[in-house]
T-cell receptor, first 110, second 112 residues
Framework: KNEVEQSPQNLTAQEGEFITINCSYS?????LHWLQQHPGGGIVSLFM???GKKKHGRLIATINIQEKHSSLHITASHPRDSAVYIC????????????FGTGTRLKVLA | DSGVTQTPKHLITATGQRVTLRCSPR?????VYWYQQSLDQGLQFLIQ???????AKGNILERFSAQQFPDLHSELNLSSLELGDSALYFC???????????FGPGTRLTVL
């Protein structure tokens, strides 16, 4: 079993829909990172959080440390949100390596 | 624009050759990370440097080596290239180890 699991693996939505992507992890962490990889390959940092909730525009990220779970929500989705969304955790084990999820491929249809 | 620069953007070379990929981190960032992403695969962590010293190693082949220089830029050297080394190579930087990472645009390496 992977230490970081994302669900769903693939998601197709209609424009305007509310989208949720989940990330569960099994290790102790100091922080969790949400990344977006565009179809052209570029990777953008969306959020880094260690507790609670963060919001930026139409994107909201939450984390529950006790339950070892984070969610990324996209409100009023748009075709330009089509990308791969990647969850990565910074473990407290002292290995200095992020552990990455396998990504969620999102396609938003007009 | 993340502030992380990588050169070159594209590189086409032949099997058996050696190439050097270069990364300049964001101003003030001390950590540099290298990742490999093969076609339709996830990011594979290669190596991390912090302020000139190797901090963590991932699945980096012996044919690959890296270093971080006093001005904090980093180079990834790939030698005896094989077809399977064709991939996108990303560099990322952060202020501290395992801080928020900012990614460069990547170098697309094609080995023919």
């Amino acid at each position: 079993k992977n230490e970081v699991e994302q669900s769903p693996q693939n998601l197709t939505a209609q424009e305007g829909e509310f989208i949720t992507i989940n990330c569960s992890y099994s290790v102790g962490i100091s922080a969790l990172h949400w990344l977006q990889q565009h179809p052209g390959g570029g990777i953008v940092s969306l959020f880094m959080l260690s507790s609670g909730k963060k919001k930026h525009g139409r994107l909201i990220a939450t984390i529950n440390i006790q339950e070892k779970h984070s969610s990324l929500h996209i409100t009023a989705s748009h075709p330009r949100d089509s990308a791969v969304y990647i969850c990565a955790v910074a473990p407290t084990s002292g290995t200095y390596k992020y552990i990455f999820g396998t990504g969620t491929r999102l396609k938003v249809l007009a | 624009d993340s502030g992380v620069t990588q050169t070159p953007k594209h590189l086409i070379t032949a099997t058996g050759q050696r190439v050097t990929l270069r990364c300049s981190p964001r101003s003030g960032d001390l950590s540099v990370y290298w990742y490999q992403q093969s076609l339709d695969q996830g990011l594979q962590f290669l190596i991390q440097y912090y302020n000139g010293e190797e901090r963590a190693k991932g699945n980096i082949l012996e044919r690959f080596s890296a270093q971080q220089f006093p001005d904090l830029h980093s180079e990834l050297n790939l030698s005896s290239l094989e077809l399977g080394d064709s991939a996108l190579y990303f560099c990322a930087s952060s202020v501290v180890s395992l801080g928020e990472q900012f990614f460069g645009p990547g170098t697309r390496l094609t080995v023919l």
